[in-house]
């Protein structure tokens, strides 16, 4: 199970723009996907954009929300993904995290099923935007 830990969240007025990044724990593989997810304070975690693995051809998916705004990209000579948000709302305020997704080819429903069974989801980063 490779391990993932997010990083990079902090304090923006809205209309602005942050890059999460990703940096994946052992040696560097792009067999996998790379998720993004957020969980904002009373609401349930959600997935946010996906990277797939080498065999789908780095296919990436955005739910509707982040779709024009949000940008996955992954750097696998670094083992790094990054996730670079623009025109942030304050509905964009949530602890946002990374995890491999059950499968390797992103989708909504690969999306939505890691969001509900997957176990450890790491430290997350708090991402705040300021009305």
């Known amino acids: 199970e490779v391990q993932l830990q997010a990083s990079g969240g902090g304090l923006v007025q809205a209309g602005g723009s942050l890059r999460l990044s990703c940096v994946a724990a052992?040696?560097?593989?792009?067999?996998?996907?790379i998720g993004w997810f957020r969980q904002a304070p009373g609401k349930a975690r959600e997935g946010i954009a996906c990277?797939?693995?080498?065999?789908?051809?780095?296919?990436?998916w955005y739910t509707d929300s982040a779709k024009d705004r949000f940008i996955v990209s992954r750097d696998n000579a670094r083992n790094t993904a990054y996730l670079q948000m623009n025109y942030l709302t304050p509905e964009d305020t949530a602890a946002y995290y990374c995890a491999a997704p059950l499968s390797p080819r992103c989708g909504v429903a690969t999306m939505t099923a890691t969001s509900k069974f997957t176990d450890s989801w790491g430290r997350g980063t708090q991402v705040t935007v300021s009305s």
């Open positions: 052992g040696p560097a593989s792009d067999d996998y996907g």
């Open positions: 990277i797939s693995g080498r065999e789908y051809g780095r296919l990436t």
